[in-house]
C-alpha cells in the first residue's frame, strides 16, 4: 500500500495516508470523492475500501491531545506502588532511543501483571511521552484483531467489518516511515494466554514506539531483541501488609500489625487473594483470627474463604485464577502430566522441591496412574517426560522451575499448592501424600554427605506431614519417610528437633495404630535415642528401660526389636555414668546373641563391639583392646576387610592402644586407617573425618601438639566445608583444637577459643548437654592456666553445682570436676598446681 501527503476532512488539514483501492465491475457511473481516484465512464457496481478516512473526518493524526483506543482497567482499591513499575519505567522509558520498544510482565495469575501494566498506561497517557494508547484485551487472537480493526477504524478510517484488512491496516499505520508526522504510541496487550495468538499481529518495532505485553507464559517467543521480560512476584511483606492495613482499616496496634503480618502469610503475599481476603472480611464482619482458622480448615477450599461479590471488577476467585493456565498446561507436550504433577508439587516444601523427588520411580509410576496421557495407550512416563511437564508448568508460570539448581529446582506459590490439594478426593489426596513419600524416600541418601540436598529432603518431608491427612502417612503403619526425616534432623546436630519430630510420630501413631503397634514401639526407640543424645542419658536409659519391658510383653524376650531395646539400655546406662552397669549388660546381651542369632550374625558382633568399649570405660582397658584385636580378626573374615563395621573396629582398637600409653602405636594404626577410609568413602565423609580428628588427638598425646593442632585446624576447615558450623562433629573439632592450642603453648588463645565454644554449645546443645559442661571445664582450665586460677576454681564449683543437678553427685563426670575445683582452689591459696588439669569430654561411639 502506497502512503501519500494529501489534504483531507472538513478542515482541509494536510495528513499522511493510503490511496484508497477500488474494485470497478461491469459498467455504470461512478466517482470517488475524498482524495479517492476519480473514474469516468459507466461501471455496473463499484466497491471502494476507504482505508485513509474515518466516518465524516480524516484520518487521526497527534494534534496535542493524545487518543486512546480500549478501556484501561481502574486502579484496584488500595493499589501499592511497587519496585517492579520502577523497573517497567526504566526499561519502557525514551522506547527504542534509549530503553527498549517492547516488555513482557510475566508472572503467575493474580501477582497484580495488569495493574502494574494499567498503572503505567495512566502515566504515561497524557503526558508528552504518548500521543496514543491502545489497550487491548489479548486473551485470544480474535480480541487482539478486534481491538486493532477498531483501532483502524478511529485511526485510518479503515472498515472495522473487515477485521483483518483493518487490523493490517492499524499496524501499517505504526511502523515508521520517512516523513511521516512524530507520533509516539504505547500498545498494551493485555493477559495474551498463547503466544501463537499474536502471530503477524506483534506492533513493529517503532524508535517512539512501546510494546507492552502481561501474560501467565514465559515462552521464548514472547521476547525477543528489545522486548525482555520482567518476572513479577507477589507483594514484598512490607506491601503486604501495607495494602491489608489500608483495605481493612484497622487501628495502627502491635495486636492488629501481629495478625495482619500473619494473614499476609497465610496468604503468600499473592494481591489477588489478599484483595479477597479484605473484601471476605468486610463483607462477612469477621475478625482476622476467625478467617486464618478458616483458610488453615482442611475440611474446607479455598472458595469457601472467597467473598461473594469479588472487588475491582474481578473476574475469578483465586482458585478459578489459575484454572485456564492449568488446562492449557496439560494440553502442552508431554500431553496430560502437567496437572498430576503439580498435584505433587502441591503436597512439598513450597520454596524448593528437588526435581529428583518428581522423576524418582514412586513418582513417575503416580503419574503412569493419574496422568491423562494421549494417544491411548502411550508408553509410561519417563523421567524425561516428568521433567517436561514440569517445563510445561513453568511456562504457564504454574511453578518455577529451575533446572540447574537440584535442590530447589521447583517452586510453586503455597495458594497453588492449596488449590491442587483441593481439586482432589480425600480418597485420592491419600494416594498421592503415599506416592510422594516413597518419592521422597527413593531420593533419600543412605548417608548425607550433600548438606543442602538433606535439609531440603527434611523441608520437603516437613510440609507432606502437615498437609497430609494423618491416616494417609499412618495406614498399617508409620511411613518410612518420618523416621529416616527424624534420623536426619539427630544426624544433622539438631537433636532436640528429632527429639520433637519423634514426640509428634510417637503420638500420632498411638492415635492412629495404637500403643502396641511396632511401628509406635519403634517411634518410643527413635524419641528415647535421640533424647540421649540431646545430652539426657539418664531420662533416656528410664525410657528404653520401659521400651525394653513392652517389647518382651507384645514381642516377647526373644524378638530382635527387644534385642535392639536392651542394646541401647545398656548404652544410655555408660552414658548416663554407669560404664560398668553397661558393661554387664552387654556381656549378657552377647550371650543372648549368641544363642538366638550366632556368633558371625552383624548384630552379635556389634554388642561384642560395644562390650569391649564399656570394659574399657569401666577401666579396664587391657582387656578391651585384647578383645577388640579378637573382634577384628572374626570382622575381616566375615564381613571384609574394608566392611564399615571392620573399620570401625579398627578405629575403637586403635583407641584403647592410645588409652593403654601407646598413643604413637594408635596413630600408627590410625593413620593406616585414614589412608583406607580416603580410599572406600572419600574425604568428606564423616567418618574419615572422624579418623583424621582422632589422629590429630593421638599424635598430639605422643608429645606433637603443634602438630595436632595444625592437623585440626586443616580438619575444621574441611569439616566446616562438609557439614555446618553448628554440626556436634563441628563443634567438637574446635573442642580439641582449642585443647591442642593450649598444650602448644598459646593458654590465652585456648581460653577465648573455649568461650567462643560455650557460648556456641550453650546456643546449639543447650546448657545443660553433657558437651557444654565439658567445655564450660576446659574453659575454666585454660583460664586458671593464663593466671587466674581463683577464677578457675569459682567457675568449677559453679559447674559441680551444674552437674550434681543435671547428672548426679555421683557421676563420674560430676566427681573429677569436684576433684578439679579444689585443685584449682589450693592452687589459689598457695602455689600448688593440680594433676593434669585437662578436663576430656567422655568419647561416644556410633549408635548403630
Same mark, same amino acid.
Given at each position: 500500500?502506497?502512503?501519500?501527503?494529501?489534504?483531507?476532512?472538513?478542515a482541509?488539514?494536510?495528513?499522511?495516508?493510503?490511496?484508497?483501492?477500488?474494485?470497478?465491475?461491469?459498467t455504470g457511473?461512478?466517482?470517488?470523492?475524498?482524495g479517492g481516484?476519480?473514474?469516468?465512464?459507466?461501471?455496473?457496481?463499484?466497491?471502494?475500501?476507504?482505508?485513509n478516512?474515518?466516518?465524516?473526518a480524516?484520518?487521526?493524526?497527534p494534534?496535542?491531545?493524545?487518543?486512546?483506543?480500549?478501556?484501561?482497567?481502574?486502579?484496584?482499591?488500595?493499589f501499592?506502588?511497587?519496585a517492579?513499575?520502577a523497573?517497567l519505567?526504566?526499561?519502557?522509558?525514551?522506547?527504542?532511543?534509549?530503553?527498549?520498544?517492547?516488555?513482557?510482565?510475566?508472572g503467575?495469575?493474580?501477582?497484580?501483571?495488569?495493574?502494574?501494566?494499567?498503572e503505567?498506561?495512566?502515566?504515561?497517557?497524557?503526558?508528552?511521552?504518548?500521543?496514543?494508547l491502545?489497550?487491548?484485551?489479548?486473551a485470544d487472537?480474535?480480541?487482539?484483531?478486534?481491538?486493532?480493526?477498531?483501532a483502524?477504524?478511529?485511526?485510518?478510517?479503515?472498515?472495522?467489518?473487515?477485521?483483518?484488512?483493518?487490523?493490517?491496516?492499524?499496524?501499517?499505520?505504526?511502523?515508521?516511515?520517512?516523513?511521516?508526522p512524530?507520533?509516539?504510541?504505547?500498545?498494551?496487550?493485555d493477559?495474551?494466554?498463547?503466544?501463537?495468538?499474536?502471530d503477524?499481529?506483534?506492533?513493529p518495532?517503532h524508535?517512539?514506539?512501546r510494546?507492552?505485553?502481561?501474560?501467565?507464559?514465559?515462552?521464548?517467543?514472547?521476547v525477543?531483541?528489545?522486548r525482555?521480560r520482567?518476572?513479577?512476584?507477589?507483594?514484598?511483606a512490607?506491601?503486604?501488609?501495607?495494602?491489608?492495613?489500608k483495605?481493612?482499616?484497622?487501628?495502627e496496634?502491635p495486636?492488629?500489625?501481629a495478625?495482619?503480618?500473619a494473614?499476609?502469610?497465610?496468604?503468600g503475599?499473592?494481591?489477588?487473594?489478599l484483595?479477597?481476603?479484605?473484601?471476605?472480611l468486610?463483607?462477612?464482619?469477621?475478625?482476622?483470627?476467625?478467617?486464618?482458622?478458616?483458610?488453615?480448615?482442611?475440611?474446607?477450599?479455598?472458595d469457601?474463604?472467597?467473598?461473594?461479590a469479588?472487588?475491582?471488577?474481578?473476574?475469578a476467585k483465586?482458585a478459578?485464577a489459575?484454572?485456564?493456565?492449568?488446562?492449557?498446561?496439560?494440553?502442552?507436550?508431554?500431553?496430560?502430566l502437567?496437572?498430576?504433577?503439580l498435584?505433587?508439587?502441591?503436597m512439598?516444601?513450597?520454596?524448593?522441591?528437588?526435581?529428583?523427588?518428581?522423576?524418582?520411580?514412586?513418582?513417575?509410576e503416580?503419574?503412569?496412574?493419574?496422568?491423562?496421557?494421549?494417544?491411548?495407550?502411550?508408553?509410561?512416563?519417563?523421567a524425561?517426560?516428568?521433567?517436561?511437564?514440569?517445563r510445561?508448568?513453568?511456562?504457564?508460570?504454574l511453578?518455577?522451575?529451575?533446572?540447574?539448581?537440584?535442590?530447589?529446582t521447583?517452586r510453586v506459590?503455597?495458594l497453588?499448592q492449596?488449590t491442587?490439594r483441593d481439586?482432589?478426593?480425600?480418597?485420592?489426596r491419600?494416594?498421592?501424600?503415599?506416592?510422594?513419600?516413597?518419592?521422597?524416600m527413593a531420593?533419600?541418601?543412605?548417608?548425607e554427605l550433600?548438606?543442602?540436598?538433606?535439609?531440603?529432603l527434611?523441608?520437603?518431608?516437613?510440609?507432606?506431614a502437615h498437609?497430609?491427612?494423618?491416616?494417609?502417612?499412618?495406614?498399617?503403619?508409620v511411613?518410612?519417610?518420618?523416621?529416616?526425616?527424624?534420623?536426619?534432623?539427630g544426624?544433622?546436630?539438631?537433636f532436640?528437633?528429632?527429639?520433637?519430630?519423634?514426640?509428634?510420630?510417637?503420638?500420632?501413631a498411638?492415635?492412629?495404630?495404637?500403643?502396641? /503397634? +511396632? *511401628? &509406635? @514401639?519403634? $517411634?518410643?526407640n527413635? #524419641?528415647?535415642? %535421640?533424647?540421649s !543424645?540431646?545430652g539426657? =542419658?539418664?531420662g533416656?536409659?528410664?525410657?528404653?528401660?520401659?521400651l525394653?519391658?513392652?517389647?518382651r510383653?507384645v514381642?516377647g524376650?526373644?524378638?530382635?526389636?527387644?534385642?535392639?531395646?536392651?542394646?541401647n539400655?545398656?548404652?544410655c546406662?555408660g552414658?548416663?555414668?554407669?560404664?560398668?552397669?553397661a558393661?554387664?549388660?552387654?556381656?549378657?546381651?552377647?550371650?543372648?546373641?549368641?544363642r538366638l542369632?550366632?556368633?558371625? /550374625? +552383624? *548384630? &552379635? @558382633?556389634? $554388642?561384642?563391639?560395644? #562390650?569391649?568399649? %564399656?570394659?574399657? !570405660?569401666?577401666?579396664? =582397658?587391657?582387656?578391651?583392646?585384647?578383645?577388640?584385636?579378637e573382634?577384628?580378626?572374626?570382622?575381616?573374615?566375615?564381613?571384609?576387610?574394608?566392611?564399615?563395621?571392620?573399620?570401625?573396629?579398627?578405629?575403637?582398637?586403635?583407641?584403647?592402644?592410645?588409652?593403654?600409653?601407646n598413643?604413637?602405636?594408635?596413630?600408627?594404626?590410625?593413620?593406616?586407617?585414614?589412608a583406607?577410609?580416603l580410599?572406600?568413602?572419600?574425604?568428606? /565423609? +564423616?567418618? &574419615? @573425618?572422624?579418623v583424621?580428628h582422632? #589422629?590429630?588427638? %593421638?599424635?598430639? !598425646?605422643?608429645?606433637? =601438639?603443634?602438630e595436632?593442632a595444625?592437623?585440626?585446624?586443616?580438619?575444621?576447615?574441611?569439616?566446616?566445608?562438609a557439614?555446618?558450623?553448628?554440626?556436634?562433629?563441628?563443634?567438637a573439632?574446635r573442642h580439641?583444637?582449642?585443647?591442642?592450642?593450649?598444650?602448644?603453648?598459646?593458654?590465652?588463645?585456648?581460653?577465648?577459643?573455649?568461650?567462643?565454644?560455650?557460648?556456641?554449645r550453650r546456643?546449639?546443645?543447650?546448657?545443660?548437654h553433657p558437651? &557444654? @559442661?565439658?567445655a564450660?571445664h576446659? #574453659?575454666?582450665?585454660w583460664r586458671? !592456666?593464663?593466671g587466674?586460677a581463683?577464677?578457675?576454681?569459682?567457675?568449677?564449683?559453679?559447674?559441680?553445682?551444674?552437674?550434681?543437678?543435671?547428672?548426679?553427685p555421683a557421676?563420674?563426670?560430676?566427681?573429677?570436676?569436684r576433684?578439679?575445683?579444689?585443685?584449682?582452689?589450693e592452687?589459689a591459696?598457695?602455689?600448688?598446681?593440680?594433676?593434669?588439669g585437662?578436663?576430656?569430654?567422655?568419647?561416644?561411639?556410633?549408635?548403630r
Open positions: 500500500m502506497a502512503w501519500k501527503w494529501r489534504r483531507a476532512g472538513a482541509g488539514r494536510w495528513a499522511w495516508a493510503p490511496w484508497r483501492s477500488v474494485v470497478i465491475s461491469d457511473s461512478a466517482r470517488a470523492t475524498h481516484i476519480a473514474v469516468s465512464g459507466y461501471v455496473h457496481s463499484l466497491t471502494v475500501h476507504a482505508t478516512a474515518r466516518k465524516g480524516g484520518p487521526w493524526e494534534t496535542g491531545r493524545p487518543h486512546k483506543v480500549g478501556v484501561v482497567p481502574r486502579p484496584s482499591s488500595g501499592q506502588a511497587r517492579e513499575a523497573q519505567r526504566s526499561l519502557l522509558d525514551g522506547g527504542g532511543d534509549t530503553g527498549a520498544t517492547g516488555l513482557v510482565l510475566s503467575l495469575g493474580g501477582v497484580g501483571k495488569t495493574q502494574l501494566a494499567a503505567y498506561a495512566r502515566t504515561v497517557f497524557g503526558s508528552p511521552e504518548v500521543d496514543l491502545v489497550w487491548v484485551n489479548a487472537r480474535g480480541a487482539v484483531v478486534d481491538t486493532y480493526a477498531r483502524g477504524e478511529e485511526l485510518c478510517g479503515a472498515d472495522r467489518r473487515e477485521r483483518e484488512h483493518a487490523a493490517e491496516v492499524f499496524l501499517e499505520w505504526l511502523e515508521e516511515s520517512p516523513g511521516r512524530r507520533c509516539r504510541w504505547l500498545v498494551v496487550l493477559d495474551v494466554v498463547d503466544p501463537g495468538d499474536l503477524g499481529l506483534w506492533p518495532p524508535p517512539r514506539g510494546t507492552l505485553v502481561t501474560t501467565r507464559r514465559r515462552d521464548a517467543a514472547l525477543g531483541e528489545g525482555p520482567i518476572d513479577i512476584g507477589t507483594f514484598t512490607d506491601e503486604a501488609t501495607a495494602y491489608l492495613s483495605a481493612l482499616g484497622v487501628p496496634t495486636v492488629h500489625a495478625q495482619i503480618a494473614l499476609a502469610r497465610d496468604l503475599y499473592l494481591p489477588l487473594a484483595s479477597q481476603a479484605a473484601a471476605y468486610i463483607d462477612a464482619g469477621q475478625g482476622i483470627p476467625d478467617y486464618r482458622a478458616l483458610l488453615a480448615d482442611r475440611t474446607r477450599t479455598l469457601d474463604a472467597a467473598p461473594h469479588l472487588p475491582d471488577e474481578q473476574k483465586v478459578a489459575w484454572s485456564l493456565s492449568l488446562e492449557r498446561a496439560d494440553r502442552l507436550p508431554p500431553v496430560g502437567a496437572r498430576p504433577i498435584c505433587m508439587a502441591g512439598l516444601d513450597p520454596n524448593g522441591i528437588p526435581q529428583a523427588v518428581l522423576t524418582s520411580a514412586p513418582a513417575l503416580y503419574l503412569a496412574l493419574t496422568g491423562t496421557r494421549a494417544p491411548s495407550g502411550a508408553a509410561a512416563p519417563t524425561r517426560d516428568a521433567a517436561l511437564a514440569l510445561a508448568a513453568h511456562r504457564l508460570s511453578l518455577d522451575h529451575t533446572p540447574d539448581d537440584p535442590v530447589r521447583v506459590h503455597q497453588v492449596r491442587a481439586s482432589l478426593t480425600p480418597e485420592d491419600g494416594g498421592l501424600a503415599r506416592a510422594v513419600a516413597d518419592a521422597l531420593v533419600w541418601p543412605e548417608s550433600d548438606t543442602p540436598m538433606a535439609q531440603a527434611r523441608a520437603n518431608t516437613a510440609v507432606l498437609v497430609a491427612e494423618d491416616a494417609a502417612l499412618y495406614s498399617g503403619g511411613h518410612r519417610v518420618l523416621h529416616r526425616a527424624g534420623r536426619s534432623l544426624e544433622s546436630g539438631r532436640t528437633a528429632a527429639v520433637e519430630h519423634f514426640h509428634a510420630v510417637h503420638d500420632r498411638v492415635q492412629h495404630l495404637g500403643v502396641d /503397634h +511396632p *511401628d &509406635t @514401639l519403634a $517411634a518410643r527413635n #524419641l528415647a535415642s %535421640w533424647t !543424645e540431646a539426657d =542419658a539418664a533416656a536409659a528410664k525410657a528404653f528401660a520401659a525394653v519391658s513392652d517389647r510383653r514381642q524376650a526373644d524378638h530382635r526389636d527387644t534385642l535392639a531395646a536392651r542394646h539400655l545398656a548404652h546406662k552414658l548416663a555414668g554407669d560404664p560398668a552397669g558393661a554387664d549388660a552387654f556381656a549378657e546381651l552377647v550371650s543372648d546373641r549368641r542369632q550366632g556368633p558371625d /550374625h +552383624p *548384630d &552379635t @558382633l556389634a $554388642a561384642r563391639h560395644n #562390650l569391649a568399649r %564399656w570394659q574399657g !570405660e569401666a577401666g579396664h =582397658a587391657a582387656k578391651a583392646a585384647a578383645a577388640l584385636a573382634l577384628m580378626a572374626i570382622q575381616s573374615r566375615i564381613q571384609g576387610a574394608d566392611h564399615p563395621n571392620t573399620r570401625a573396629v579398627r578405629h575403637s582398637l586403635a583407641h584403647w592402644r592410645g588409652e593403654l600409653g598413643p604413637a602405636g594408635a596413630a600408627e594404626a590410625l593413620t593406616a586407617l585414614r583406607d577410609q580410599r572406600i568413602q572419600g574425604a568428606d /565423609h +564423616p567418618n &574419615t @573425618l572422624a583424621r582422632s #589422629l590429630a588427638r %593421638w599424635r598430639g !598425646e605422643a608429645g606433637n =601438639a603443634r595436632a595444625e592437623a585440626l585446624t586443616e580438619l575444621l576447615a574441611d569439616q566446616l566445608r557439614q555446618s558450623p553448628t554440626h556436634p562433629s563441628s563443634l573439632v580439641s583444637l582449642a585443647r591442642w592450642r593450649g598444650e602448644a603453648g598459646d593458654a590465652a588463645g585456648a581460653a577465648d577459643a573455649f568461650a567462643e565454644l560455650v557460648s556456641d546456643r546449639v546443645q543447650g546448657p545443660d558437651d &557444654t @559442661l565439658a564450660r576446659n #574453659l575454666a582450665f586458671g !592456666e593464663v587466674d581463683a577464677g578457675a576454681a569459682a567457675a568449677l564449683a559453679e559447674l559441680v553445682s551444674d552437674r550434681c543437678r543435671v547428672q548426679g557421676h563420674p563426670d560430676t566427681l573429677k570436676t576433684q578439679e575445683a579444689l585443685a584449682w582452689a592452687r591459696a598457695s602455689a600448688g598446681v593440680p594433676g593434669d585437662h578436663w576430656r569430654p567422655r568419647r561416644r561411639s556410633k549408635r
